[in-house]
């Protein structure tokens, strides 16, 4: 191997290496947030959870790094190599694209996720790959990332995948993360943090929240989307929300 291929490689690595830290310590400190408002707003509501919430940190420490080797090798590529299409020049396309490209990122993710979801919930593929997930009843502000390696490894590849294929804007990336680690994190706390005016209005019949992925681990068989009620209306299998 020649010298320049291994110092490309090593670089990479370490992109990878610096990427899981990244990615377990904002999964730490966000998840620590919400968990630490939940004990303020909700005192008690993860009374005797502490077993559980031990294996929902360990797994989602281990899915930091099955998400951050892929991010961090494609972060090295764009900024080394010239790869995605990530741009950094907001003129590099018209101004609408900056919001219209993050609602599609959304909904991309969101339809991967409610496929690969429902697929998951078939009985062989379910032990495999997602009981892990439903191992938390109910779902803390931990179980954000408490995934099996399986179910991780579908999750980790859709964002690296999307920046090769849809321009985006470095910040509207940077927005996408934030959407997908705040709405992971509160649709799992266990109560709601938006005001039932919102939850409630037609905007609410079309945006998930934890009273809408709450009844998902209830009730398993319904409400399998992500961020939005689209694909769950359209295949009806939206059962509306739960009350947490
Ligand atoms: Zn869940
Ligand atoms: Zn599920």
Not at 67 to 72: H, K, L, M, V
Request: charged letters at 10%; one cysteine or more.
């Amino acid at each position: 191997m020649s010298d320049s291929l291994i110092s490309a490689i090593l670089a990479a690595a370490l992109s990878a290496i610096a990427m899981t830290v990244i990615v377990g310590g904002r999964y730490v400190i966000t998840s620590g947030l919400f968990a630490w408002i939940t004990s303020r707003v909700r005192p008690g509501l993860y009374h005797g959870m502490g077993p559980q919430i031990g294996r929902e940190l360990r797994w989602s420490l281990l899915s930091a790094a099955i998400y951050g080797i892929p991010a961090g090798i494609v972060a090295w590529g764009w900024q080394q190599r010239g790869w995605t299409r990530i741009y950094t020049d907001v003129d590099a396309y018209p101004l609408w694209w900056l919001p219209a490209s993050l609602l599609v990122y959304l909904f991309l993710h969101d339809t991967w996720f409610y496929w690969t979801h429902r697929w998951m919930h078939r009985p062989k593929v379910f032990a495999a790959a997602h009981a892990v997930h439903h191992a938390s009843r109910p779902p803390t502000a931990w179980a954000a990332m408490s995934f099996h390696p399986l179910e991780a490894l579908t999750g980790a590849i859709v964002v690296p995948a999307l920046v090769f294929l849809v321009p985006i804007h470095v910040a509207v990336l940077g927005a996408v993360l934030l959407v997908m680690t705040i709405m992971g994190i509160t649709n799992h706390m266990g109560w709601e943090m938006f005001p039932r005016w919102l939850v409630h209005s037609p905007l609410g019949a079309w945006l998930i929240t934890a009273s809408h992925h709450q009844r998902h681990h209830e009730q398993y068989k319904c409400n399998y989307g992500l961020y939005f009620r689209f694909w769950d209306h359209l295949c009806a299998t939206d059962r509306g929300l739960s009350a947490p």
